[in-house]
């Protein structure tokens, strides 16, 4: 008895060395947003536009789908060109958690990364407002943020703390806001305001200085609502 406990337990032991415990998804380097990667995709990307006399190898989307998901990257296109040998590891393709999009893709084609842990966790916030909808008509509004933007009554929802996201840009987490329509979305207030005192910008008030974040780090602020500069501090973008 014994000896079949040792043999378990040694089993067991070289199980979670090989990984096997875990997915694709959970491996360090589907975690990891590789500049090596990056710059690979990059190369892919400009290569793929000179072989197509500047197209770019995005899928179809809707006009009206918000700008930092709407040219998402589609790796069979450069695949099929000879643009690319193989599928990032950390993409969400290759069982990754990580989005590849492009920024800028008139003027300057940048290849960038969406985090697609935070569109879990939006998902997962959405099931439960939809729940509340059904049963209460309004969605679960809290205290005001600002003209048309508001917190979530987390009470409401049956959670016992206020529901957040972890940043792609800082150690640091980042509070969900709501609309009117019940729309959930990443409040990124603070990473702007580290960014507007760390990058060189000429944003004025009206600008969407979300590009702040787009142009200069390896992430796109997705799922986010417009916000320009008052007072050298981010504000939402209001109509």
Do not use: W
Request: proline share 7%; hydrophobic share 35%.
């Amino acid at each position: 008895m014994k000896y079949t406990y040792k043999l378990l337990a040694l089993m067991l032991l070289l199980f979670l060395l090989s990984g096997c415990l875990y997915p694709n998804s959970e491996l360090e380097k589907n975690q990891i947003p590789n500049q090596a990667q990056l710059e690979m995709v990059q190369s892919a990307v400009d290569d793929y536009r000179e072989r197509t006399n500047g197209l770019l190898p995005i899928r179809t989307k809707e006009n009206k789908t918000p700008i930092f998901q709407k040219y998402i990257i589609d790796f069979n296109l450069l695949k099929e060109k000879g643009s690319i040998a193989e599928v990032p590891g950390n993409a969400y393709e290759n069982g990754g958690v990580y989005q590849y999009a492009i920024v800028n893709p008139e003027t300057d084609p940048q290849v960038k990364l969406i985090d697609l842990r935070i569109t879990d966790a939006l998902r997962n916030i959405n099931v439960k407002i939809n729940i509340y909808r059904d049963e209460n008509l309004y969605p679960p509004i809290g205290e005001v943020v600002e003209e048309g933007v508001f917190t979530i009554d987390y009470e409401k929802l049956g959670l016992e703390e206020v529901p957040v996201i972890y940043s792609p840009y800082s150690d640091t987490v980042l509070p969900i806001v709501m609309d009117t329509n019940g729309e959930t979305y990443v409040d990124y207030r603070i990473d702007l305001n580290h960014a507007l005192k760390e990058y060189e910008h000429n944003y004025k008030d009206g600008d969407d200085i979300r590009f702040l974040l787009a142009e200069n780090t390896p992430f796109l602020p997705a799922y986010s609502l417009p916000y320009t500069i008052k007072d050298n501090e981010p504000v939402f973008k209001t109509e």
